[in-house]
């Protein structure tokens, strides 16, 4: 994203607008982290300068000189505006979460603060805005943690300006605070809601591999199934038989053939021989039944099973 973009417009005459799913999905989303973490950067390299003095004066300046104060006519349509303002103050609010570093939650406290309360409002015509920021209640109750975990000696001067921004929030009643993170409450759950697939190529999810939309072409089938033959031609050539697994087959066949020798000379040759004979005779019958065709298939099957 580039917070220097020209601005949607929007008109009873059908001009053409951002819409509300544009500021949900990954376009937008991406885009605004990462701009989020150069506003990050770029406060940290002026905060680190020996001449530093008053932190959140020092934060107005950079926010200024990178054109943040532009975002807030990046759309004028309410429907949009309202889409637009929500997922800004949420991306921001993301990074005040407690696993990030305390230097980089109070940085986004310090955006989302200014971008809340820079709204434009009194404007003819009337420009739409927010005046809640939903946010989880476990979150909440970290968020008013923040300025005790400000210990450091290089992070103490921004303890004063923390506090007052959390306590200004809480005077206007800013937060509308919601059930726990782990319950998905915020509305989208999860960002970005939509994902954008440039030039027609999606991502699977299982492995990650990339993929044209539509039917594959018949290049793609026979280039996947060389695959699937070289695949299976290094399966086979892996399966590698060990000396116990030799050892194992030998003494379960030499247990067959004795096993196959006891009977036979329990039962007899001949007992075996007439079984087979009458069970051929059965067969006849069935061949004058079923066609000579099938009978003859079905007396080689039978030879070979009393073989």
Not at 92 to 116: C, D, I, N, W
Not at 145 to 156: P, Q
Not at 259 to 285: F, R
Request: hydrophobic share 40%; proline share 5%.
């Amino acid at each position: 994203m580039s917070i220097h973009a020209a601005p949607a417009t929007s008109s009873s005459r059908g001009d053409i607008v951002l819409q509300p799913n544009y500021f949900t999905s990954s376009i937008y989303v991406t885009a605004l982290r990462d701009d989020i973490s150069t506003l990050v950067l770029r406060y940290h390299e002026a905060y680190s300068q020996p001449s530093m003095t008053q932190p959140f004066p020092l934060f107005k300046k950079v926010w200024l000189s990178m054109g943040w104060n532009w975002l807030q006519f990046k759309v004028f349509d309410s429907r949009s505006r309202q889409s637009f303002l929500d997922v800004t103050v949420r991306l921001f609010l993301e990074r005040t979460v407690k696993r990030e570093a305390p230097f980089t939650r109070a940085v986004a406290l310090f955006g989302m603060y200014l971008f809340f309360y820079t709204q434009v409002k009194g404007s003819a015509p009337p420009l739409h805005y927010i005046t809640n920021i939903p946010i989880p209640c476990d979150h909440y109750a970290s968020l008013l943690e923040m300025a005790d975990s400000l210990t450091s000696a290089a992070f103490v001067p921004l303890q004063p300006h923390v506090r007052y921004i959390l306590s200004r929030l809480q005077t206007d009643l800013v937060f509308l605070i919601l059930p726990k993170s782990e319950l998905g409450a915020m509305n989208p759950r999860e960002l970005p809601r939509e994902l954008y697939a440039d030039d027609g190529i999606v991502f699977s999810e299982m492995d990650g591999t990339q993929k044209r939309k539509g039917r594959p072409a018949r290049r793609e089938k026979g280039k996947k199934a060389r695959l699937a033959l070289e695949g299976l031609d290094d399966w086979i050539s892996n399966q590698h038989r060990t000396d116990a697994d030799l050892t194992e087959m030998e003494t379960a066949l030499d247990r067959y053939d004795e096993v196959k020798h006891a009977m036979l000379d329990s039962v007899g040759a001949e007992s075996v021989e007439e079984a087979g004979q009458e069970v051929l005779g059965h067969l006849d019958e069935a061949r004058e039944l079923v066609g000579a065709t099938q009978s003859v298939g079905l007396q080689g099957n039978i030879f070979e099973l009393c073989k």
